[in-house]
Structure formats: C-alpha cells, structure tokens
C-alpha cells in the first residue's frame, strides 16, 4: 500500500521481484490512483484498513504478507493490530508511525529540515506524509524536484518511464476519483491519530506478524529516530534504517529492497 497522495506506481519497481515470492497486488487507496470514491469509503486510516481487507477477500487470500510505505505502513500497523489472523507478514518502509510524544514535532532532523523547507518556500500546500503531486500541468518545477528528492538523491538519473507513469496519476481525470477530498481527508485521520499517539503505540505493540521495518537516515518525513524508537520497542521486529536513503527504498533503491525482504522472508521460514 502506497502513501499519502501516492498510488500503486510507487511499487512498479519491486513488483516482478516480489512476484518471485508468490502473487503480487498494488492497490490503489480509494481517492488516489485510478480507484474512485464511493458514498460508503470513509477515507480515514480505519477505513482504507477496511479497504485492504476487502480487496484480500476479493482475492480469495485468507493470509497475505502485507507491504506499506508511509500512510500505508501506518494503516498496515493497524490492520497487524486489529485483524492478526490475516497477516503472515509485515514490511514497513518510512511508515507514518507518530512519535511517542508530540514534543517530538518540534525537535525536527536535519534530514527533515533539508528536505522540507525548499518544499515549503515553494509552496506550503505541498506539504504531505507521503508522494504528493509530481511533474504535471500547473505543477511549479522547483517543487516537483524538491519534492523528488525526497525519494531520489539525483531526480535526474530517475527511469523517466517510471516518472511518466507516477505523473500520469495526477494528470488524468478518472471518473470517482477526487484526489483533493482524499488527501485532506486521510490527512485528517492522521492528524487525529497523531494528536493523541498511544493508540498507535498501543497497536504497534499488539502486532504479532513477523515484522520488517526499512527506512533511511535522510528521510525527510519519517525521521530515523521514529524508527529506532520503534525497534527498541519491538526488539523482536528486525529493522535497516540505511545511511543516505529516503523515504520510499523500493524506488530509490529496489535492488536493495527486494535482496533485504528476500534473506529476511527465508530466514523467517527457516525458522
């Protein structure tokens, strides 16, 4: 699952490799991507939590590993939580984990502040947990590389197949799909559940799904100290916060993506 004003493209990179693993779905959350809101989508982190499941039932997959990057880390941490019996496993790439305290909001890293504020001097819409608005119509071009380089250290020696298909998600109307009422709903949800972070503490800690936890010390929107929080708390859990990676590993850096998930899901069969 994808992040915050992301889609199912930010997967393409890792999807034939995971497929080595077995039957590979990327989903687009309802609002984002190609997939269109309904009357009865809440658009909350419970609700696309509900969403997951009904595509697995839709899949005939009583059991799945589960893959979530940002917003999607958060909502696989809730669905982990609240619906054990469904997982086989989990990976969190930068999930959107809060920090224990919200005092933790205003000691922000150096990558975060790298990151963020060329983003905010460009526009202070453009602030988001996850992928938000790439190179498309009416898109300021300093914004979309600021906005890449919270992914790629070098924009520029990004497969340009791979851009042409994340901007094609913001640049097609697709029938149902109201991409602003999504992002500022989901945005919404998080907020609540970051206002108040025992809940999402109390899940972490409830999850029983073998788990993976992968991000980077240069993310600039889920800082390395979250994460390391996180694994001191779940010392069962194993976790690579990477030197210089970002905040999506599976695009910037695939071949490490799939050969960490790869040793990893062996070791836990063998054992």
Known sequence: MHGLGGSSVTWIEVMEGLAEHGPVVAVDLPGFGRTPVTDDDPLTMRGYVHFA??????????RFTLHGNSMGGLIGTLLAAHHPHRLDRLVLVSPGLPPRSPLGFLRPSRATIDGMVPIALSSLTALALGVVG????????????ALLRLIFPDPDGVDRAVLDLMAADFAEDVDGVDRRRAL??????????????????????????PTLVLGGTQDALVPAKVLRAVLAARPDWQGHVLDDRRHALMLEDPESYLRIFGTWQVADVAA
Request: hydrophobic content about 50%; charged content about 25%.
């Open 53 to 62: 499941l009904q595509v697995a039932d839709a899949l005939g997959w009583d």
């Open 184 to 209: 500022l709903a989901a945005t919404r949800s998080i907020s609540r559940l970051w206002a108040d972070p025992r809940g999402v503490w109390r899940a972490v800690r409830k999850v029983q799904a």
């Open 134 to 145: 790439l190179a498309g119509p009416g898109l300021d071009a300093r914004r979309n590389r």
